[in-house]
C-alpha cells in the first residue's frame, strides 16, 4: 500500500457555527439540491446575443449544438463545500469484480468521484473518492469487500491507496484546458469535438459558458418550488455564495476535468529542485486541469497532476519540454493514461448532492426526535 498523505492545514476541518448552521438549515438544503442540480439554472440567450453582437437565434442555435453533442453540459451551481465536508481525496488502485453489481456499486456509491476501467499489474480499476478521514475510508473499502465487489482472495485482498488533503490543492481549474482544444483546432490538429465542428462564434460562446458568462437564474421559478418570496432566495443565495458552499454558476465538460475526446493522465512528479517554480509553470499551463502537493511517500512523490491531452503523444513530448526546461529537478515520474474508452464514470455532482440529501435527511430525522421528545 502507498499513503501519500497531504498537510494538514490550521482549521482545515474546523466548522464555524454559522457555516454548521447554514447547512443545517431546511430551507437552505431544499434551494442547494435545485441550484448544484441544476435546476432553476439556464443559459441567458439574450445576454449571449448582446455581448456577441449576434441575433438572438443564432446563439441559440449553438447553444443547442453544444449541448445536444454533449460537448458541454447544463448549468449547475459547483459544490466547492464538498471539499470541507469530505477533506480526504482517495486515488485507489482495485481490483474489482466486472459484473452488474460492481457497475451499480460505482453509480451509486456516496463517495465515488470518479472510476476508470483499466490494467496494470494485478489491478483493472482507477478511483477517485473522498472521504472524512483514513477511517471512513478504509470502512469504505472493508463494503466493498463484504458486498463482494472485490474478489475473494486466500492470500488476502489489495489495494493501492494515495490519501491526498483537499486542502493540498494548488490548482483546480477543471476547464481551463479548453485553452488547449482551441489551439488545436487553430493549427488544423482537430477538426471537430464529437462530430461538431466549431466556428469561431461556437468557440466564443463555449469559453464564456465554461467561465460563467451568460447564465442566468430564475428566482421566481425556485421561489415558486419553495413556496418563498423571490427575495429571500436572492438572499439565501447570496449567503451561500459569500460562505463558499457553492460558487457562481458554469457550464462544464461532462466528464469535468478533461474535455471530450481529449485522454487524461494522472502524474506522480517527484519534485527534487526549484520546487516554487515548476509550480508555477505547472499553475499556467492550460494543459494541468488538477495539481495537489503531497507528502513524501515510497518513490519520493510530492505532487500529483493531472492533465489532458489530445494525443498520448502529445503528453510525451510536453514532459520532455517540462524536463529540459527544469534539468535535473525532476526526479521520477508515474503516468497513468486515461483514454475516454476507459472512462466508466466522473461524477462530481453526484457526490455533491448525497451531501446534500444525507444532511437533508439529518434535519428531518431530529424534528422527528423533537417531535417525539414534546
Known amino acids: 500500500m502507498i499513503l501519500i498523505t497531504g498537510k494538514k492545514y490550521k482549521n482545515q476541518h474546523c466548522i464555524p457555527c454559522f457555516m454548521a448552521d447554514l447547512l443545517n438549515n431546511e430551507l437552505n438544503l431544499k434551494l442547494l439540491k435545485y441550484l448544484v442540480s441544476g435546476e432553476g439554472v439556464g443559459i441567458n440567450v439574450s ?33 466547492p463545500w464538498l471539499f470541507k465536508e469530505l477533506p480526504l481525496m482517495v486515488i485507489s488502485r482495485n481490483n474489482f469484480l466486472r459484473d452488474e453489481k460492481t457497475k451499480h456499486f460505482i453509480e451509486y456509491d456516496d463517495s465515488t468521484f470518479a472510476a476508470f476501467f483499466f490494467k496494470e499489474e494485478e489491478y483493472n480499476t482507477l478511483m477517485i473518492s473522498f472521504h472524512k478521514n483514513v477511517c471512513t475510508h478504509q470502512q469504505w473499502y472493508e463494503k466493498t469487500i463484504k458486498e463482494e465487489i472485490v474478489p475473494y482472495r486466500e492470500e488476502g485482498y489489495s489495494s493501492q491507496v494515495l490519501h491526498l488533503g483537499t486542502g493540498c490543492f ?40 465554461l467561465q460563467g458568462k451568460g447564465i442566468r437564474t430564475n428566482e421566481n421559478f425556485l421561489a415558486k418550488k419553495l413556496n418563498i418570496h423571490r427575495k429571500t432566495i436572492e438572499r439565501r ?23 471530450p475526446e481529449y485522454i487524461l ?95 437533508l435527511k439529518q434535519v428531518h430525522e431530529k424534528e422527528l426526535v423533537n417531535k417525539m421528545g414534546c
Not at 277 to 306: C, Q
Open 47 to 79: 445576454d449571449l446575443s448582446k455581448n456577441l453582437s449576434k441575433h438572438r437565434n443564432t446563439i441559440k442555435d449553438r447553444v443547442n449544438q453544444l449541448l445536444e453533442h454533449k460537448i458541454i453540459s447544463k448549468p449547475q451551481y459547483p459544490f
Open 170 to 209: 494548488e490548482k483546480y481549474t477543471p476547464s481551463i484546458s479548453i485553452k488547449v482544444v482551441e489551439q488545436n483546432i487553430k493549427e488544423g490538429r482537430q477538426k471537430s469535438v464529437r462530430g461538431y465542428e466549431l466556428d469561431d462564434l461556437s468557440f466564443e460562446i463555449l469559453k464564456k459558458l
Open 237 to 259: 443565495i447570496n449567503t451561500l455564495l459569500k460562505e463558499g458552499i457553492i460558487s457562481r454558476p458554469v457550464c462544464r465538460f461532462p466528464l469535468l476535468i478533461v474535455p
Open 265 to 359: 493522465v494522472k502524474s506522480l512528479f517527484q519534485i527534487k529542485k526549484q520546487h516554487d517554480e515548476i509550480l508555477k509553470s505547472l499553475k499556467n499551463d492550460p494543459h494541468v486541469t488538477w495539481m495537489i502537493k503531497a507528502v513524501l511517500g515510497r518513490g519520493g512523490y510530492n505532487l500529483v497532476v493531472f492533465s489532458t491531452f489530445y494525443k498520448i503523444e502529445d503528453h510525451l513530448e510536453w514532459q520532455e519540454k517540462l524536463d529540459q526546461q527544469f534539468s535535473s529537478c525532476v526526479g521520477a515520474v508515474k503516468n497513468t493514461y486515461l483514454s475516454p474508452a476507459m472512462t466508466f464514470s466522473i461524477a462530481p455532482e453526484y457526490v455533491s448532492m448525497r451531501i446534500i440529501k444525507n444532511r
